[in-house]
T-cell receptor, first 110, second 115 residues
Framework: SQELEQSPQSLIVQEGKNLTINCTSS?????LYWYKQKYGEGLIFLMM?????EEKSHEKITAKLDEKKQQSSLHITASQPSHAGIYLC??????????FGSGTKLNVKP | GAGVSQSPRYKVAKRGQDVALRCDPI?????LFWYQQALGQGPEFLTY????????KSGLPSDRFFAERPEGSVSTLKIQRTQQEDSAVYLC?????????????FGSGTQLSVL
């Protein structure tokens, strides 16, 4: 969706390094979702952020929401090969229609 | 079922052929979404159902695309007279309630190749 811009488009990091993926919305965010997709598979829900300033963590992945900036970031600490895949941010509009960004492709070199 | 199930997993069609893609959502899930995902791209919204009602079909690329969910559970996405540009992965997702506070649950997709 053009309403959600993700950066970078792709990322290659050395195992053990930290990384950040960003997602910016051109319209008001009613909630921001992060998903992960392994190549050739469906999407797996990671976490959802609803309020400005909200921060959630799951294992070594932390996501934050800056509602004023209409932006979210996903941070992975001490990356592992298992983190490789495509990370997608998604949002719903006020009609509950659900959109995705174009994705960030992550490769982690062992 | 335990998860969202899509069939077939792979479909090869000759240009001009009609295809039907099936989605079995998680039992009891109210909302059902169809997405089209081209290689290297994020999923693009096609259409959305709440129970049997198709609330939004604005993402369907042309009148060759048709989706239905007649009993509010299983959904079928039909593509008539397939074209090469229809080649993509078609993803189905469902959620328990319309506001998706727990996110969408996705199937593994149907990879359609039109020759």
């Amino acid at each position: 969706s053009q309403e959600l811009e993700q950066s970078p488009q792709s990322l290659i990091v050395q195992e053990g390094k930290n990384l950040t993926i960003n997602c910016t919305s051109s319209k008001t965010l009613y909630g921001l979702y992060w998903y992960k997709q392994k190549y050739g598979e469906g999407l797996i829900f990671l976490m959802m952020l609803q309020k400005g300033g909200e921060e959630k963590s799951h294992e070594k992945i932390t996501a934050k929401l800056d509602e004023k900036k209409q932006q979210s970031s996903l941070h992975i600490t001490a990356s592992q090969p298992s983190h490789a895949g495509i990370y997608l941010c998604g949002k719903r509009d006020n009609f509950n229609k659900f959109y995705f960004g174009s994705g960030t492709k992550l490769n982690v070199k062992p | 079922g335990a998860g969202v199930s899509q069939s077939p997993r792979y479909k090869v069609a000759k240009r001009g052929q009609d295809v039907a893609l099936r989605c079995d959502p998680i039992s009891g899930h109210v909302s059902l979404f169809w997405y089209q995902q081209a290689l290297g791209q994020g999923p693009e919204f096609l259409t959305y159902f709440q129970n049997e009602a198709q609330l939004d079909k604005s993402g369907l690329p042309s009148d060759r695309f048709f989706a239905e969910r007649p009993e509010g559970s299983v959904s079928t996405l039909k593509i008539q007279r397939t074209q090469q540009e229809d080649s993509a992965v078609y993803l189905c997702a469902s959620s328990l309630e319309p506001r998706q506070t727990r996110g969408l649950f996705f199937g593994s997709g149907t990879q359609l190749s039109v020759l």
